[in-house]
C-alpha cells in the first residue's frame, strides 16, 4: 500500500541504481519489466551462471531518459525475495 519509490533521470545522463541487503552484500537482480520501454533505456549485466558475483554487477541498472516528458514505471524482481520493487521514473 505504500507509493513507489521515484527515481528522476535526465535526458543525456546516465543514472545507477544498485541493490543491497541489509548486511551490504550485493542483491542480485532475477529481472525487471518497463511499463513504457521507449521512455527509458535500460542496460543490465546478468551476470554468467558460476561466475563471482561481485565481478558480475548483476544487483545495478543503468538507465537513461530517452525522453523529457513520457513517465512511466518498473518492476524489479530480486532473487530471493517473494515481492517485486515498484519504481516510478520520472524524466526531466
Known amino acids: ?5 521515484v527515481i528522476r533521470l535526465s ?9 543491497f541487503d541489509a548486511t551490504g552484500q550485493m542483491w542480485p537482480i ?10 527509458v533505456n535500460i542496460v543490465w549485466n546478468q551476470g554468467e551462471a558460476g561466475s563471482d558475483l561481485q565481478d558480475s554487477h ?4 543503468l538507465m537513461q531518459a530517452q525522453t523529457i516528458y513520457k513517465t ?3 518492476v524489479v524482481m530480486l532473487q530471493g525475495l ?6 516510478e521514473i520520472i524524466p526531466g
Do not use: Q
Not at 517473494?82 to 519504481?87: D, G, R
Open 1 to 5: 500500500g505504500a507509493l513507489p519509490t
Open 11 to 19: 535526458a543525456g545522463y546516465v543514472s545507477v541504481i544498485s541493490f
Open 30 to 39: 532475477k529481472a525487471y519489466d518497463i511499463g513504457n520501454p521507449t521512455a
Open 58 to 61: 548483476s544487483n545495478t541498472l
Open 72 to 74: 512511466t514505471n518498473m
Open 82 to 87: 517473494n515481492t517485486p520493487i515498484l519504481l
